[in-house]
């Protein structure tokens, strides 16, 4: 029998919080509630949900202090943003933060509902073979989940380790942007191709001696990508 999923909102509209919280219900998630970034910080560390959903703008710490204070802890539950901000520059501070995946209010409860099973679902994903990737300054370890550079460990989201270990293990293959969003964040994912080219550009940033000229992540024009040593 599958274990109840616990859902932590972070919210601080009360109407909002309650549409979500009782949607959340009804779809067989059990719920846990904070309306402060402090408040839900603490509620994460110590009840450990299977995923969060943080709005961005709340009182004391934002929705991107929170998620960053979550991932140095090392605490890599999924976790979906909230927020009614537009510009790409956003959505890149959210990613960088460490969240999973990002959505703009107004949304659909129905597409809410959507990413959040399939976040789950990625997050349940049996880990693939065991193998440790070797490339450049780099090594990534799938069995430990752990990426190094120069032998330093490098933080990587949840999202951000399974695309890269798809990729190295697809290597010298080109990838199409529909092929990886498939395969990597799985079929019911309502994400856009520029999601994936903003989490590819964060991965850049971490494994590459030059991130606008790299050597391991290659674009292949009007295809996707390639994994290259």
């Given at each position: 029998?599958?274990?109840?999923?616990?859902?932590?909102?972070?919210?601080?509209?009360?109407?909002?919080?309650?549409?979500?919280?009782?949607?959340?219900?009804?779809?067989?998630?059990?719920?846990?509630?904070?309306?402060?970034?402090?408040?839900?910080?603490?509620?994460?560390?110590?009840?450990?949900?299977?995923?969060?959903?943080?709005?961005?703008?709340?009182?004391?710490?934002?929705?991107?202090?929170?998620?960053?204070?979550?991932?140095?802890?090392?605490?890599?539950?999924?976790?979906?943003?909230?927020?009614?901000?537009?510009?790409?520059?956003?959505?890149?501070?959210?990613?960088?933060?460490?969240?999973?995946?990002?959505?703009?209010?107004?949304?659909?409860?129905?597409?809410?509902?959507?990413?959040?099973?399939?976040?789950?679902?990625?997050?349940?994903?049996?880990?693939?073979?065991?193998?440790?990737?070797?490339?450049?300054?780099?090594?990534?370890?799938?069995?430990?989940?752990?990426?190094?550079?120069?032998?330093?460990?490098?933080?990587?989201?949840?999202?951000?380790?399974?695309?890269?270990?798809?990729?190295a293990a697809n290597e010298g293959a080109s990838l199409s942007r529909e092929s990886l969003m498939r395969d990597v964040w799985g079929m019911e994912y309502f994400g856009t191709q520029r999601s994936l080219d903003?989490?590819?550009?964060?991965?850049?940033?971490?494994?590459?001696?030059?991130?606008?000229?790299?050597?391991?992540?290659?674009?292949?024009?009007?295809?996707?990508?390639?994994?290259?040593?």
């Open positions: 029998m599958n274990r109840q999923k616990t859902v932590l909102i972070v919210e601080d509209d009360e109407s909002l919080m309650l549409g979500l919280e009782e949607n959340l219900k009804v779809a067989g998630y059990r719920v846990l509630t904070a309306t402060s970034g402090s408040e839900g910080a603490k509620t994460a560390m110590e009840r450990m949900p299977d995923l969060i959903l943080l709005d961005v703008m709340l009182p004391d710490l934002n929705g991107y202090d929170v998620c960053r204070t979550l991932r140095n802890k090392r605490l890599m539950m999924p976790v979906i943003m909230l927020t009614a901000r537009k510009e790409e520059v956003d959505k890149l501070s959210g990613f960088d933060a460490g969240a999973d995946d990002y959505v703009t209010k107004p949304f659909s409860i129905k597409e809410l509902l959507a990413r959040v099973r399939a976040v789950l679902a990625r997050a349940e994903k049996p880990s693939p073979a065991a193998k440790q990737y070797r490339f450049g300054e780099c090594e990534l370890d799938t069995v430990a989940r752990t990426l190094t550079r120069k032998g330093k460990d490098i933080t990587l989201t949840r999202t951000e380790f399974d695309l890269l270990a798809y990729m903003t989490f590819v550009a964060m991965l850049r940033n971490k494994i590459e001696k030059n991130p606008h000229k790299p050597q391991h992540i290659l674009t292949v024009h009007g295809v996707g990508y390639k994994f290259a040593k």
